[in-house]
């Protein structure tokens, strides 16, 4: 058994205990009352066990079958006949009916709260009892005042018990409904804090479907093409080809074994940026000048992986033309509380890509919605054929 059902064992144990102890300290504040006498008392675990059971029956069978199920009417109808039940055993007004009852049998001498007639005492005076006292006390233990009260007592038992109560029972009914508006609470609660709960886990699986998904996403593309270019370095005789193969595998490596966490070093998504643009000039004509810079202090500082890849990829493939000049600015600037983001390029799209595109940028403001809820800025224009980013990441 877990830590958690433990500690909840223990609370439920502990607020039982409790509640079970109400009944001992209101019954027990008479003389001829003991705590001893209200445990002996059937009605006092009749009167336990009821709500025990209701409380249960209703946080346990109720509530998640019916009630979360949105069966309303079939709840209410359990609930009425409990409610019926209750009504008719009375629990609470049974504990109090009987722990009185055994309260005036054990009085002293068995005789009722006034005690014995005085000895002496008149026929004339007995017949004139004080008002407040009741005239089916029980028999006194003096042999004489016996004799004298037998004469006085109708026939039948002498000891009639306390006066008759009302039959509603307020109380027990008041309790039920205390009892089962905290079971219902206690469950309903139970089940928002299990949604919650399911919807950060189905957020952190969706960030992570999403990172699989742009790993994906950067891999064929820019892997196939990368090779050809290296391949026509090496029939070439260039001798960039070597250091091209070393920049892909660094890249690779990068995205396949290092961005297994939420963040990573910026200093590793700016050297994979480099890597990246060094090999895709190798692409690229005289016609498409990258302008890329990175100012500021980039230790200590740290970025979920392949954020800012995911623009540097949109840039070169869907900012490069082979018949049309273009430029391409990419700045990295590094504040102390900041990580600000900016990238320029014209747009040469294709209708057939526009939708591939929204996707990717559309997976990137969940993660950052996700990892930086409140603690980013994120503009997206797309004027005058020139299609601009600009991010800030609030540390």
Request: aromatic letters at 12%.
């Given at each position: 058994m877990s830590r958690f059902k433990i500690f909840i064992v223990t609370i439920h144990i502990a607020g039982w205990l409790l509640f079970m102890a109400f009944p001992l300290l209101f019954l027990n504040g008479g003389e001829n009352s003991s705590a001893i006498s209200v445990l002996k008392n059937y009605s006092y675990w009749l009167f336990g066990g009821t709500y025990i059971?209701?409380?249960?029956?209703?946080?346990?069978?109720?509530?998640?079958?019916?009630?979360?199920?949105?069966?309303?009417?079939?709840?209410?109808?359990?609930?009425?006949?409990?409610?019926?039940?209750?009504?008719?055993?009375?629990?609470?007004?049974?504990l109090v009916r009987n722990t009185e009852i055994r309260a005036d049998i054990s009085s002293p001498e068995g005789g009722s709260e006034f005690g014995p007639?005085?000895?002496?005492?008149?026929?004339?005076?007995?017949?004139?009892?004080?008002?407040?006292?009741?005239?089916?006390?029980?028999?006194?233990?003096?042999?004489?005042?016996?004799?004298?009260?037998?004469?006085?007592?109708?026939?039948?038992?002498?000891?009639?018990?306390?006066?008759?109560?009302l039959h509603f029972d307020s109380t027990s009914l008041f309790i039920f409904l205390m009892i089962m508006a905290i079971s219902t609470a206690i469950k309903v609660v139970q089940q928002w804090q299990l949604t919650e709960q399911r919807a950060a886990r189905?957020?952190?699986d969706k960030a992570t479907a999403e990172l699989s998904f742009l790993k994906a996403q950067i891999n064929p593309h820019f892997l196939f093409n990368t090779l050809n270019n290296i391949y026509t370095l090496a029939v070439t005789h260039d001798e960039?080809?070597?250091?091209?193969?070393?920049?892909?595998?660094?890249?690779?490596?990068?995205?396949?074994?290092?961005?297994?966490?939420?963040?990573?070093?910026?200093?590793?998504?700016?050297?994979?940026?480099?890597?990246?643009?060094?090999?895709?000039?190798?692409?690229?004509?005289?016609?498409?000048?990258?302008?890329?810079?990175?100012r500021g202090d980039m230790q200590h500082k740290t970025i979920p992986p392949l954020m800012l890849m995911t623009f540097i990829e949109n840039?070169?493939?869907?900012?490069?033309?082979?018949?049309?000049?273009?430029?391409?600015?990419?700045?990295?600037?590094?504040?102390?509380?900041?990580?600000?983001?900016f990238c320029q390029n014209r747009i040469f799209i294709r209708n057939s890509d526009t939708q591939r595109m929204g996707i990717g940028i559309k997976n990137t403001k969940q993660r950052l919605d996700h990892l930086y809820s409140g603690r980013h800025l994120l503009y997206i224009t797309n004027d005058d054929e020139f299609y601009t980013v600009q991010l800030v990441l609030q540390s």
């Open positions: 059971i209701l409380f249960y029956i209703n946080g346990y069978l109720l509530i998640p079958r019916l009630f979360l199920r949105k069966k309303y009417i079939d709840y209410a109808i359990l609930v009425f006949v409990f409610f019926s039940c209750v009504y008719v055993i009375k629990p609470y007004d049974k007639p005085p000895q002496g005492s008149s026929p004339d005076a007995m017949q004139q009892p004080p008002i407040d006292e009741e005239d089916d006390s029980l028999p006194s233990a003096n042999n004489n005042t016996s004799q004298f009260n037998n004469q006085h007592q109708p026939p039948g038992n002498h000891f009639t018990g306390p006066p008759n109560r189905a957020e952190t960039s080809a070597a250091d091209s193969i070393m920049k892909l595998s660094n890249i690779m490596r990068y995205v396949t074994d290092e961005v297994t966490t939420d963040f990573v070093p910026l200093q590793s998504e700016v050297d994979c940026i480099s890597d990246y643009i060094e090999l895709q000039r190798i692409r690229m004509n005289d016609r498409t000048p990258v302008n890329f810079t990175v840039v070169f493939k869907y900012g490069i033309s082979k018949q049309e000049p273009s430029i391409i600015d990419i700045n990295i600037d590094v504040a102390e509380s900041a990580v600000s983001f």
